[in-house]
């Protein structure tokens, strides 16, 4: 990819290098609610492919907070304007990079989970909990003890 073309307004550039990669507001929202409800995890777990922002490590789940503009949100992408060919391609480049560190998490083992920063919380956590609970389910031990 090109280098990075000179930025038209210092303010906005300023600002885009101020945005969190990490604990971003939805990813804190959802490992709130996850850890309320009794859920376990390792947050940015560096020894995924692609870091991923939550990893229940014995139901192999990485999951991934997507934000709308820097992944491509098929309801909310807008283009730049301003240096639309470069960032076309980054967008572009941060989707297949997307896909490649998913490919190389499901050639682990791993399931991967990925919710968009603008859905809802709650409704985020419930189909997790549900993945959550058949995997961790599946993954015991053959000599657990059944619950009664």
């Given at each position: 990819?090109?280098?990075?073309?000179?930025?038209?307004?210092?303010?906005?550039?300023?600002?885009?290098?101020?945005?969190?990669?990490?604990?971003?507001?939805?990813?804190?929202?959802?490992?709130?609610?996850l850890?309320?409800?009794?859920m376990?995890?390792r947050?940015?777990?560096?020894?995924?492919?692609?870091?991923?922002?939550?990893?229940?490590?014995r139901?192999?789940?990485?999951?991934?907070?997507?934000g709308?503009?820097?992944?491509?949100?098929?309801?909310h992408?807008?283009?730049?304007?301003?240096?639309?060919?470069?960032?076309?391609?980054?967008?572009?480049?941060?989707?297949?990079?997307?896909?490649e560190?998913?490919?190389?998490?499901?050639?682990?083992?791993?399931?991967?989970?990925?919710?968009?920063?603008?859905?809802?919380?709650?409704?985020?956590?419930?189909?997790?909990?549900?993945?959550?609970?058949?995997?961790?389910?599946?993954?015991?031990?053959?000599?657990a003890?059944?619950?009664?």
């Amino acid at each position: 990819m090109k280098r990075t073309p000179e930025p038209l307004n210092a303010d906005v550039s300023a600002q885009m290098k101020r945005m969190p990669r990490e604990r971003t507001g939805p990813e804190m929202l959802l490992r709130r609610e996850l850890h309320r409800r009794g859920m376990r995890f390792r947050a940015n777990y560096k020894e995924l492919p692609g870091r991923p922002d939550i990893a229940f490590s014995r139901a192999k789940i990485a999951v991934f907070v997507d934000g709308c503009f820097w992944h491509m949100c098929p309801l909310h992408t807008t283009m730049p304007k301003n240096n639309a060919q470069w960032w076309s391609a980054k967008l572009t480049r941060n989707v297949e990079r997307d896909r490649e560190k998913d490919e190389l998490l499901r050639m682990r083992g791993w399931q991967v989970f990925h919710a968009w920063e603008h859905e809802e919380t709650t409704e985020v956590a419930d189909r997790l909990q549900e993945l959550w609970l058949s995997l961790r389910n599946s993954h015991s031990s053959p000599s657990a003890v059944p619950p009664r």
